[in-house]
């Protein structure tokens, strides 16, 4: 059974830092793209980075560019997202997904974790 | 960036109507779309992608079609757990983006 979990959500102050995970299992990971989605409260879904099953490309929303680095470790079967100067509108439900196809950045997400909240308030 | 927009915003829909919902793109997508259905509390669940092939497990009143820049989503006879809000999306180009969702409602 696909389960992706995330964890390291919580309350931040403006301008900090914290260092999402999401740990996989189910499926051999280093074969697919994941990427992170965002939700903030009373909003809708926000595309927020991704990439490749090496961790050779990654891609990210001009919003969080600079501020936010998506990684992976394979042997760990863990996804990543190190995200620096938090601001009030980083304010989401933090989602790791999975990409639909192996190998292709298909990224009609099949499988997602129950997301990690990100609190950004002084 | 490719802007999605969604409409309407809500479609009120009797158990056992039939929904169409709408989603068009600012650029053309080929047929590089996705749809979901989200729920409170939940994770989205993947409904169609290729703009018109079911995921695995949906049930077949879901249905996709479209292309290029508009795109549709019929559910062809409202059940009582089809009450949530849909997004569509686009992996054509980076970044991938949402439509703003529509919710679907009791009426």
Not at chain 1, 66 to 72: E, L, N, V, W, Y
Request: with cysteine; glycine share 10%; proline share 4%.
């Amino acid at each position: 059974e696909v389960q992706l979990v995330e964890s390291g959500g919580g309350l931040v102050q403006p301008g900090g830092s914290l260092r999402l995970a999401c740990t996989a299992s189910g499926f051999t990971f280093s074969r697919y793209w994941m990427s992170w989605v965002r939700q903030a409260p009373g909003k809708g879904l926000e595309w927020v980075a991704n990439i490749k099953q090496d961790g050779s490309d990654k891609y990210y929303v001009d919003s969080v560019k600079g501020r936010f680095s998506i990684s992976r470790d394979n042997a760990d079967n863990s996804l990543y997202l190190q995200m620096i100067s938090l601001r009030a509108e980083d304010t989401a439900m933090y989602y790791c997904a999975r990409a639909l196809l192996q190998l292709e950045p298909y990224d009609a997400f099949d499988f997602w974790g129950q997301g990690t909240m990100v609190t950004v308030s002084s | 960036e490719i802007v999605m927009t969604q409409s309407p915003a809500t479609l009120s829909v009797s158990p056992g109507q039939r929904a169409t919902l709408s989603c068009r793109a600012s650029q053309r997508l080929s047929s590089n779309l996705a749809w979901y259905q989200h729920k409170p509390g939940q994770a989205p669940r993947l409904l169609i992608y290729g703009a018109s092939t079911r995921a695995t497990g949906i049930p077949a009143r879901f249905s996709g079609s479209g292309s290029g820049t508009e795109f549709t989503l019929t559910i062809s006879s409202l059940q009582s757990e089809d009450f949530a809000v849909y997004y569509c999306q686009h992996y054509n180009a980076w970044p991938r983006t949402f439509g703003q969702g529509t919710k679907v409602e009791i009426k």
